[in-house]
């Protein structure tokens, strides 16, 4: 039995100093807003190819937000949000909301301002992008200035709230906190060495004050102030900062009540502080952190008891769960269930997936099912909840022999591949035309005969390998064109994983992955890339590069089992992989390249997490490298990873060629030091791919110029930043011809 659809109505406004209104029993902290058709990719993409205006764009937010809201209430769910839509990145929206937009992005309209700093435009870079905490979502980061100018401007979280309420939906608005906008903000370009965006807060809690007030003027009740960054480990001077900003925040006369959520761990030294401030209610994630001991601290106030997880999609443990709200409510504390995070991070509805195994459907829990769950565990209501398969014994794999050490590997490397100084490649993919995703799907729904797709990609390798001799590049690659998705070709061939049709799940901007579900044990049954690596070696004298995924990316970007230590799981995987490498050498294929973009993001959130998890991350790629010749090079390549922060450990992988994203932090990597004791080679990428702007070739010799000013002299690689697969083949081939231009121009410099 499903309640009725709501009817418009206007809720009551509450009247100036009312008490604090009732926090819903059962709510969440954010939910997908692509579409769960991807609508909204679609009609980003249509307006910035011009097939499309702005009222269209703007006219498919508001029915998705609307299709969003009347689900969630026909779902049940009272505590519903808003403020939680966003035309390319919320973080972005924040800096809309207190107006410290840098001057360069800033066009007529909010949406044009955003896709200007999220894609750059024709001599404008865009904003740099990283990745949100540790997951796979990537948003644009603010740049905050001594002179940085804050105006309040609350017109979109005000729009939205009235358009629920125009549908008959109360909701809470939900603003990234003061706090976490500055911590993840960067310094403008010029403001002084030493500047921390953090010693704006008074002006920006100015804004804030501003946005607070106006929100109770249009009669909000609950306001959400998201500070996931006081989850990761702070210093006291950001602790004071926090302190002092809700201390502010909570003191103003009129405003709505105030819910601090945090989220992707636990509060650790932040909860005293939260505890200590003026604000109504507090979330806690409770799927990644425990439930904290000072909770008589938080008496008083709302606990927004975070027990269904938003970062992965099994069902909910209702024992731990009600456990869990059992002991918070034995305090005597208000508690509300909620997710441990937005439900950004996963699929809109299970429901929609017709073809999974019932076995596995019937462990699963998609956004729309953990909002069931939530209302659920709010009603005490759990017996349709399935208990989880119990944990398994973790089992230690065998160790495997190590590499020859690089200097040997080095000289055998040299005489097998003769490559110039500064040798020029790409990072794999090349342009996913239409034609191919239209013969993929043609394939998949049974209208292309399988041995007319493989004549097709051929025909694709073959033009993509015309096309890099015709360019000039030293190492070649066959494309990637048989491939829909880096993780989801090896989910697609190896046991123990389940791949979803319509589970997307935003990545940045217009982009969606579509992370597989890893769910038993992983096995390798067969060679998954030979095949097309030496049909592309057999067609070209120069060195193809075979083409595969790490196990830290493939389980980092795929839902994983919970029943086994997640290390066990990435080494099972490391084994399928290094499988592989051996049989791409038994076939003749001299390079090799292992992926892990996302080594950085698994990094744990608090520093004393970290070592532990280096050490087995670290060891499952020598794992699956590990058994190759000493005349075999492995590549391996990183992006947007904020590489700084694990160079050690990229070192520690001990590949023999590390690319690194560069172009968009305008070369940071190079400062460090630890580039300049970077003992193999590396190709520090000197053009951004995350843009369509091509670099013109004195940028690129530029870029090259400086890593060769830092780095040991003959170890550098020019290459791109990443796969070519989401651009276009005008733009690539452009880019690619000042790429090698510039390379040639360096190399005869010296
Ligand atoms: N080889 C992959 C490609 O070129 C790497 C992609 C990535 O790092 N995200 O597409
Ligand atoms: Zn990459």
Redesign the pocket.
């Given at each position: 039995p499903q309640p009725a659809v709501p009817q418009p109505v206007t809720p009551p406004v509450p009247e100036p100093g009312a008490r604090t209104p009732e926090f819903p029993a059962a709510t969440i902290l954010g939910y997908p807003r692509i579409g769960p058709r991807r609508e909204l990719k679609r009609a980003m993409e249509a307006y910035w190819d011009g097939r499309a205006g702005l009222a269209e764009l703007r006219e498919t937010g508001r029915r998705l937000r609307a299709e969003t809201w009347t689900d969630l209430a026909r779902r049940g769910l009272a505590g519903q949000v808003s403020n939680t839509f966003s035309d390319y990145d919320h973080v972005f929206d924040a800096a809309l909301l207190l107006g410290a937009v840098p001057e360069r992005y800033r066009r007529d309209t909010p949406e044009d301002t955003a896709f200007a700093a999220g894609r750059g435009a024709a001599g404008l870079a865009p904003l740099r992008m990283t990745k949100w905490f540790d997951t796979n979502y990537h948003y644009l980061v603010p740049e905050i200035g001594p002179d940085t100018g804050f105006r309040a401007d609350p017109s979109k979280p005000l729009t939205e709230y009235a358009e629920a309420r125009a549908l008959g939906v109360e909701t809470r608005p939900v603003l990234l906190g003061p706090v976490t906008f500055l911590l993840l903000s960067e310094p403008t370009a010029d403001a002084p060495a030493g500047f921390a965006p953090l010693s704006r807060l008074d002006a920006v809690l100015e804004a804030y004050e501003q946005i607070l007030g106006a929100l109770a003027d249009a009669g909000v009740g609950w306001v959400q102030l998201d500070e996931p960054a006081l989850v990761a480990d702070r210093s006291a001077d950001e602790l004071a900062a926090t302190a002092t900003a809700y201390r502010r925040l909570g003191g103003l006369a009129h405003r709505p009540a105030l819910f601090v959520a945090s989220y992707f761990g636990a509060l650790g030294e932040a909860l005293p502080v939260l505890a200590a401030a003026p604000v109504e209610a507090i979330g806690l994630d409770l799927v990644r952190g425990e439930l904290p001991d000072e909770l008589d601290a938080l008496r008083g106030k709302v606990i927004v008891a975070g027990v269904v997880s938003g970062r992965d999609v099994w069902r909910t443990d209702p024992a731990r769960a009600t456990g869990q709200l059992e002991r918070l409510r034995g305090t005597g504390a208000t508690v509300a269930v909620s997710t441990s995070c937005s439900l950004l991070h996963v699929p809109y509805d299970l429901a929609a997936e017709t073809e999974l195994p019932a076995e596995l459907t019937g462990r699963l829990a998609f956004a729309a099912q953990k909002v069931d769950e939530v209302v659920a565990l709010a009603a005490g209501d759990t017996g349709a909840i399935p208990t989880p398969v119990p944990a398994a014994a973790p089992v230690e794999l065998p160790p495997v022999a190590q590499r020859s050490p690089y200097p040997v590997r080095a000289v055998a490397q040299a005489a097998r591949l003769a490559l110039p100084d500064l040798p020029t490649t790409t990072?794999g993919s090349f342009p996913q035309t239409g034609e191919l995703r239209a013969a993929r799907a043609a394939l998949t729904a049974g209208r292309l005969d399988p041995a007319e797709y493989d004549r097709i990609i051929a025909t694709e390798i073959d033009r993509v390998l015309a096309l890099q001799e015709e360019l000039g590049l030293d190492v070649l690659v066959h494309g990637e064109p048989e491939r829909n998705d880096m993780v989801q070709y090896f989910a697609e061939h190896l046991d123990g994983f389940a791949v979803t049709r319509h589970g997307w799940v935003q990545s940045y901007g217009s982009r969606c992955t579509r992370p597989p579900i890893l769910h038993g044990d992983v096995r390798r049954a067969g060679p998954i890339t030979v095949r097309w690596a030496s049909y592309a070696q057999s067609r070209t004298d120069r060195p193809v590069k075979g083409m595969l995924t790490g196990p830290v990316t493939i389980v980092a970007w795929s839902f994983v089992r919970r029943d086994l230590p997640l290390r066990t799981v990435v080494h099972q995987v490391a084994d399928a992989i290094r499988g592989e490498v051996a049989d791409l050498e038994a076939a003749g294929i001299g390079i090799v390249q292992v992926?892990e973009?996302a080594l950085r993001e698994l990094l744990p959130l608090r520093a004393a997490q970290r070592d532990d998890y280096l050490d087995w991350a670290v060891a499952a790629y020598r794992r699956a490298t590990s058994g190759a010749g000493d005349a075999t090079q492995i590549h391996t390549?990183?992006?947007?990873s904020d590489a700084e922060a694990v160079l050690a450990a990229i070192d520690a992988l001990d590949a023999d060629v590390t690319?690194v994203?560069s172009a968009r932090s305008h070369g940071r990597i190079l400062a460090e030091r630890a580039v300049h004791s970077f003992a193999r080679g590396l190709g520090p990428g000197v053009y951004d791919i995350h843009s369509r702007r091509v670099p013109p070739a004195d940028e690129i010799a530029a870029g090259l110029r400086a890593a060769l000013a830092a780095l040991p002299a003959g170890r550098v690689w020019a290459n791109p930043?990443?796969?070519l697969k989401t651009r276009g083949y005008p733009e690539v081939t452009a880019a690619l011809r000042n790429l090698v231009a510039a390379a040639r121009e360096v190399r005869s410099a010296d």
């Open positions: 990072i992926d973009p390549h990183l992006c947007y690319s994203e930043d990443c796969g």
